[in-house]
């Protein structure tokens, strides 16, 4: 993406983002990653691949995705509440499909809380398509997650 102050700019994820990056994730879920996963993804897990979102020189969101072989997995993504409802995690996301598709990835999965329609429709929105139920997914409340799925 250009790299214009008033659009989204979108890039991988380094080290120096982690504290950015845990405070997205602190704020948007119940049970957040440690700082130390996030190290660990980027320093140990060679399927990893995470990408940061800046808005104005802030950085507003993030994703993350394993890709192994042809088969790409979100393990996670979030936008600061406070910039929510402008698009920005589309955008984010849509960078990441076709980042996913450029390194040889022909589907791409996720789990999503069954009681977060926004993003169900987000994913919708994008060609995701339902694959499935797992059953008491989450540990902070066993809440069931939506398996969905999209051919890049």
């Not at 957040?32 to 140990?44: A, G, I, L, N, Y």
């Not at 802030?58 to 910039?83: F, H, R």
Request: charged letters at 25%; glycine letters at 6%; aromatic letters at 12%.
């Amino acid at each position: 993406m250009k790299r214009e102050m008033d659009e989204l700019y979108v890039r991988r994820m380094t080290i120096a983002d982690v504290d950015k990056v845990y405070e997205i994730e602190h704020k948007s879920f119940t049970a957040p990653w440690t700082k130390e996963s996030f190290v660990q993804e980027m320093t140990s897990n060679h399927f990893a691949i995470y990408h940061v979102a800046e808005w104005q020189g802030k950085v507003v969101g993030y994703c993350g995705m394993w890709l192994v072989l042809d088969e790409s997995q979100i393990t996670n993504i979030a936008v600061l509440p406070e910039y929510r409802g402008q698009g920005f995690g589309e955008k984010l996301l849509v960078y990441v499909m076709e980042a996913a598709r450029k390194n040889g990835a022909s589907v791409m999965s996720l789990e999503v809380r069954v009681s977060n329609l926004a993003a169900q429709h987000l994913y919708k929105k994008l060609g995701f398509q339902t694959g499935g139920i797992r059953k008491n997914y989450y540990s902070d409340n066993q809440e069931d997650a939506l398996v969905m799925w999209v051919r890049l």
